[in-house]
């Protein structure tokens, strides 16, 4: 098409005319005079607007989904990395809370025994034949070999190997692990001997056996023992509480009575630990050892005579006999 004067009157004139209707229009709101024109135009070009937009929208789609796959990408990966980030805070606070109570019973602990301890946590276990682990605190911290290792339950082991920053412990289920012991209150004495592997298979849940010297003592499931303690108080010093009998075996050759005891110390669970460097001014005895549990009261039965309380629910005792006062007879059954 040329470009013409004739051609610039009619672009002129055609333009004039869609602005004056797009007015016309627009101020008519829907009463306007054009809104015939509206429907008809909307009829005619509504179906070709559908059909590009059908073919447009998928390509423009995958236009945008490639474009803004990097950002996406990016977004995911930081979001994924401030979920771990905040997993691993909360799974970092609920282990201090759990350290924190454990170093306050351990401390608690230490303080009824009047031990001088460094605490530790146990950072690696022993893959040999020996029952040992490792801590995280050595001779820098005043750790020495053959030292007292103590959880907040009882006993744990004593020390073997000592390095700048960390500890071997032998553990009190080792073996090789001999403890000089004693009874409470009656204070017999007697060895108390690991049976390997912290007791897991047969072993079970007494993976320590304790051999009283004394074969006329007395002895029975229940009695707890504690550490007698060492020469020099090393490697044990005393008071330190070890477990609790929980089955005895009939004396062999009527000279040594063994019993099979479940320490008060998890040794599958080892976490928080403490050496103790300094022993006690005095033997603390058996005030380190915990507070028995107070026995579960039975209920006394009503006595035959006691009548019922008024309102318990309970049925009210009967003389036999009828209300007249005349005796039923009895009815007695074969074996009476």
């Given at each position: 098409?040329?470009?013409t004067?004739r051609?610039?009157v009619v672009?002129g004139v055609?333009?004039?005319?869609?602005?004056t209707?797009i007015?016309?229009?627009?101020?008519?709101?829907a009463n306007?005079?054009?809104?015939?024109?509206?429907?008809?135009?909307?009829?005619?070009f509504g179906?070709?607007?559908?059909?590009?937009?059908?073919v447009?929208r998928?390509?423009?789609?995958?236009?945008?989904a490639?474009t803004d796959a990097?950002?996406?990408?990016?977004?995911?990966?930081?979001?994924e990395?401030e979920?771990?980030?905040l997993?691993?805070?909360?799974r970092?606070?609920?282990?201090?809370?759990?350290r924190a109570?454990q170093?306050?019973?351990l401390?608690?602990?230490?303080g009824?025994g009047g031990y001088k301890?460094?605490?530790?946590?146990?950072?690696?276990?022993g893959?040999?034949?020996?029952?040992?682990?490792?801590l995280d605190?050595?001779?820098?911290s005043?750790v020495r070999?053959d030292m007292?290792?103590?959880?907040?339950?009882?006993?744990v082991?004593?020390?073997t190997?000592?390095?700048?920053?960390?500890?071997?412990?032998?553990?009190?289920?080792?073996?090789?692990?001999?403890?000089?012991?004693r009874?409470?209150?009656?204070r017999?004495?007697?060895l108390v001997q690991?049976?390997?592997?912290?007791?897991?298979?047969?072993?079970?849940?007494?993976?320590?056996r304790?051999?009283?010297?004394?074969?006329n003592a007395?002895?029975?499931?229940?009695?707890?023992?504690?550490?007698?303690?060492?020469?020099g108080?090393?490697p044990?010093?005393?008071?330190v509480?070890?477990g609790?009998?929980?089955?005895?075996d009939?004396?062999s050759?009527g000279?040594i009575r063994t019993?099979?005891?479940?320490?008060?110390?998890?040794?599958t669970?080892?976490?928080v630990?403490?050496v103790?460097v300094?022993?006690?001014k005095a033997d603390?005895r058996d005030?380190?050892?915990?507070p028995r549990?107070?026995p579960?009261?039975?209920p006394?039965p009503?006595?035959?005579?006691t009548?019922?309380?008024?309102?318990?629910g309970a049925?009210e005792?009967?003389?036999s006999?009828?209300?007249?006062?005349?005796?039923?007879?009895?009815?007695t059954?074969?074996?009476?």
């Amino acid at each position: 098409m040329k470009d013409t004067r004739r051609t610039r009157v009619v672009l002129g004139v055609l333009l004039v005319v869609a602005l004056t209707m797009i007015t016309v229009d627009y101020r008519g709101g829907a009463n306007s005079p054009l809104r015939g024109l509206r429907g008809l135009g909307a009829a005619v070009f509504g179906p070709v607007e559908r059909a590009s937009a059908a073919v447009v929208r998928p390509i423009g789609g995958t236009f945008d989904a490639i474009t803004d796959a990097p950002g996406e990408r990016r977004r995911a990966d930081r979001l994924e990395r401030e979920n771990q980030r905040l997993r691993e805070q909360l799974r970092a606070g609920r282990l201090d809370r759990d350290r924190a109570a454990q170093l306050q019973r351990l401390l608690g602990t230490a303080g009824i025994g009047g031990y001088k301890i460094v605490a530790a946590h146990v950072i690696s276990a022993g893959q040999g034949y020996e029952d040992t682990v490792t801590l995280d605190v050595g001779s820098t911290s005043g750790v020495r070999p053959d030292m007292t290792v103590m959880s907040a339950e009882g006993l744990v082991g004593r020390v073997t190997r000592v390095g700048p920053h960390t500890a071997t412990v032998l553990l009190a289920t080792d073996v090789t692990s001999t403890v000089g012991s004693r009874l409470e209150a009656s204070r017999e004495i007697g060895l108390v001997q690991g049976r390997g592997r912290r007791g897991l298979g047969g072993g079970g849940t007494t993976p320590m056996r304790f051999q009283m010297l004394n074969a006329n003592a007395p002895l029975q499931v229940g009695q707890r023992l504690v550490t007698l303690g060492s020469q020099g108080e090393r490697p044990y010093v005393p008071g330190v509480p070890i477990g609790v009998i929980e089955r005895i075996d009939a004396p062999s050759g009527g000279l040594i009575r063994t019993a099979y005891i479940r320490p008060f110390t998890n040794f599958t669970s080892l976490d928080v630990v403490a050496v103790v460097v300094a022993p006690p001014k005095a033997d603390p005895r058996d005030a380190v050892l915990p507070p028995r549990p107070s026995p579960t009261p039975t209920p006394t039965p009503r006595g035959s005579g006691t009548p019922s309380p008024r309102g318990s629910g309970a049925p009210e005792e009967r003389p036999s006999g009828d209300d007249s006062g005349s005796p039923r007879p009895r009815t007695t059954r074969s074996g009476d």
